[in-house]
Structures are given as C-alpha cells and as structure tokens.
C-alpha cells in the first residue's frame, strides 16, 4: 500500500514538473515572439525612415501625420506607408522648459543647481537625489557659499522675472569668477547682483542698476564697484545699452500702447543717426523720447509719471527733451 503511494506521488510530481516546463516553455515562445515582432516594427520603422521620395512622382515632400499614422506624398497625395506606430512620447511640448518639466528621464542639466543636478546621496533608503535638505551635510564652507551665490541670483532673477537662459548664464559666468578666485575678500551679494547686470546686458534685456539695486541685498555703490571690478578682471566688453532696449517695458509700466512706443523708437532713432545720444545716458533718452511720443500721440504723461516709472530725475527728463525736440525739430503743444 506505501509502496503504491509512493509510486502515485512520484507520477504526481513528475506531472507537475512537466507542466511547469510546458508553462515555461510558453512563456519562453511569447517573449521570442515579441521580441521578434518589435524588431520587425522596428525593421518596418526604420525602411519606413529610409524613404525620401515619392515612389509615384518622386517627389521629397513627404508628410507624417501622426493622427491617421500614415506618411503620404504631399504633392500627389500618395499613400506610402500606414498603421505607423508612433515611437515619441504621448505628450507635447512647445519650448524647452515645457519639455524639461515633461521628461520622465530625471531633471536635465543644469548650472543653477551647484552639482549641475547631477549628484545623489547614498542613505539608509539607497540612492536619493541631493536635496535642499540635505545642504545641512556639506561641510565645506565654499561649498556652501557657492549654493548661497547660486541661490541669490535665482532669487534676483525671479524677481526681475528674467528667463531661464540669463539664469543659467549668470549661474554659468559665477562658476567663471570663482574659479579664477575672484571672490575672495569680496561680498557674494554684491558679486551676483553685477553678474546678473553684466548678463542682463550681454543678453540684450538690460535692466537699471536702480532695478538691480530694489532686488539686492547690498547698495548701488557696491554693485558699481563689483561691475567694474569684474569688467577689468575678467576682461569683459559691453557695447552701450541702446536706449530703444529700455523702450517696450517703460511704455508697459505706464500704460501706453503700440503707438507711443513705435512712435518713441522712431525718435531715438532719428536722435541716433544724429548722433545726439552720444554721450548721453540710455535710459534718460528712453525715458525722454516716451515723453515726446506720448504727447504727440495725445496720451499726454505728467514728467513726474516717467520719472517714478523710469527711475530718471524730472531734470533729466527735461533737459533729454528739450535738446531732442529742438534738434529733431518736432514741435510740441504741452
């Protein structure tokens, strides 16, 4: 009878372990199948890509459409391929920092971080990437105010509601003078609040040193100082900011439309083929020929208005007018 039970539950077994080849079989046949039917999507994908003409008219102009999966001629409307199988992501983007925030793949690279983004922290919990948190375990002192400089023109930056490519400029040109040791005995908000100028510049957004100033933690005098500074030693040239830059944003703080500031650029213009703002301050002209346009345009703004929304003294406005008007020859009714 013992013996007879062992027989039965050997053949059981032997059962059972069949079974489970077969079952493992199976599944060792599906995933060749599927790897041998995404590689020959991929095949397909690929002979697909390697069409450059139009069999029927030989025409270049090929059209993917992605909503029918097909690609056509767009000449004689030929149907070269279809049932295309779209290999991107299932989402849109319309500028890079839109498709940074999409991606599933980590953050992107990045000067505005000080490990570039690019380090992680090996905790109890395994990998885990480095944090503001984790700022309190760095010792290094110049590790920590190189994350504080970081931090002071991000800060600035957003509150001048400057790009993401000036800040990573700015972050970019700091790496620059801390690695020829220019901060050294100097203050780190006075050193990022003329980075940032210097940038605003290069980059064709200027921004006052009045603008600069309202964001920093340290006085215009000390930015002066740190601008000129890194100028000479990093041997910097910057053309003269034209006053037609400062146009677009004064005119928008003040209310005025199109017309007033297509009318103020024309005058700068004419000043400039004169070559009456030669030696003369960018924003006081600016600031000046808003004035003119303005009236001219009846949309008449007090000269107290432009200064607080310019920054530029009501003598400045003054004199930049009185000397634009009589030169340009443009008569005004106040």
């Avoid at 690929?46 to 030989?58: A, D, S």
């Avoid at 993917?64 to 000449?75: K, N, S």
């Avoid at 500028?95 to 925030?101: K, Y």
């Avoid at 290094?140 to 105010?145: A, D, F, H, L, M």
Wanted: glycine content about 6%.
């Amino acid at each position: 009878m013992r013996a007879l039970s062992a027989e039965a539950s050997r053949h059981h077994n032997q059962k059972e372990g069949s079974e489970v080849e077969k079952s493992e079989a199976g599944e060792a046949d599906k995933k060749v199948a599927g790897e041998e039917e995404s590689r020959e999507r991929q095949e397909e994908r690929e002979g697909i890509e390697r069409v450059k003409e139009c069999p029927e008219c030989h025409s270049k102009n090929l059209v993917w459409d992605y909503e029918r999966a097909e690609l056509f001629c767009g000449d004689c409307g030929l149907v070269i391929a279809e049932n295309l199988v779209d290999l991107g992501p299932e989402w849109r983007a319309f500028d890079f920092e839109q498709a940074s925030r999409r991606e599933r793949v980590g953050a992107p690279m990045t000067y505005r971080i000080h490990d570039k983004g690019l380090s992680t922290l090996v905790t109890s919990k395994g990998l885990e990437p480095l944090g503001r948190w984790h700022i309190a375990h760095i010792t290094n002192t110049s590790e920590r105010s190189f994350i504080y400089a970081l931090s002071e023109i991000d800060r600035m930056a957003s509150a001048l509601k400057l790009p993401m490519n000036i800040r990573e400029a700015a972050a970019k040109l700091y790496r620059k003078v801390m690695e020829k040791n220019l901060i050294r005995g100097r203050s780190i908000e006075g050193i990022t609040s003329a980075i940032l100028y210097i940038t605003c510049r290069q980059y064709g957004v200027p921004r006052t040193l009045e603008e600069i100033k309202a964001v920093s933690r340290v006085s215009q005098r000390e930015i002066s100082r740190a601008y000129r500074f890194l100028l000479r030693e990093l041997d910097i040239h910057l053309p003269p900011a034209s006053p037609i830059e400062f146009v677009p944003r004064f005119c928008s703080r003040l209310g005025l439309g199109g017309d007033v500031r297509a009318k103020a650029i024309e005058i700068i213009k004419k000043a400039q083929e004169k070559k009456l703002t030669n030696g003369k301050g960018p924003i006081g002209v600016a600031a000046a020929a808003i004035y003119i346009a303005a009236i001219l345009s009846g949309k008449h703004k007090t000269q107290k208005e432009i200064s607080e929304a310019t920054g530029v003294t009501e003598v400045t406005i003054r004199n930049r007018y009185r000397e634009l008007s009589e030169k340009l020859d443009i008569k005004i009714l106040i």
